[in-house]
């Protein structure tokens, strides 16, 4: 199966709560290879643009404002079904709802800040990931432990 790529996005919070080591472990354990990954302050322009999707929304300004409230970490993950296995791992997005296992069912308590973003499908993968790294910022290493995950 060709490998598929998704974005995430540690949002503001996981760094002052410093458990970004704890969250890039669970992913890294699972198998995702992880092919970008970098540290930055979120433009509101750039939120905008990345939730433009739920303008209008009631939650909408409260959205933008958490995500542009402290910095991200943002990473493009590679994996066989990439899209799905990592929606999967990050658990519902109400916390409510999450499994306990999942990241959210770990970590967060509210919808409004409910710490990772992943992206919901392949369209949105790929804008995702045009809007947050250049493409020479992602780096396709080779794989030596392929076989095994
Ligand atoms: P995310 O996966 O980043 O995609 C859209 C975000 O909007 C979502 O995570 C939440 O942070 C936020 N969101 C979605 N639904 C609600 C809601 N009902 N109330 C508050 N925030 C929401």
Redesign the pocket.
């Known amino acids: 199966m060709a490998a598929e790529r998704t974005f995430a996005?540690l949002?503001p919070g996981v760094l002052s709560r410093r458990v970004v080591g704890e969250i890039i472990s669970k992913i890294e354990r699972k198998g995702f290879k992880i092919i970008g990954l970098k540290m930055m302050n979120v433009t509101i322009e750039l939120a905008e643009r990345q939730?433009a999707e739920?303008k209008g929304?009631?939650?909408?300004l409260?959205?933008l404002e958490?995500?542009v409230s402290g910095p991200v970490v943002v990473m493009v993950l590679e994996a066989d079904q990439a899209i799905k296995l990592f929606r999967l791992l990050?658990g519902s997005?109400?916390p409510e709802q999450a499994l306990p296992g999942t990241i959210r069912g770990d970590y967060a308590m509210?919808?409004?800040?409910?710490i990772?973003?992943?992206s919901?499908s392949k369209e949105s993968a790929v804008r995702e990931i045009d809007l947050f790294f250049r493409p020479e910022e992602l780096i396709d290493w080779e794989d030596g432990n392929q076989k095994w995950i």
């Open positions: 996005m949002k939730y739920h929304k009631s939650f909408y409260d959205l958490y995500i990050c997005t109400s509210h919808t409004s800040i409910n990772i973003h992943a919901d």
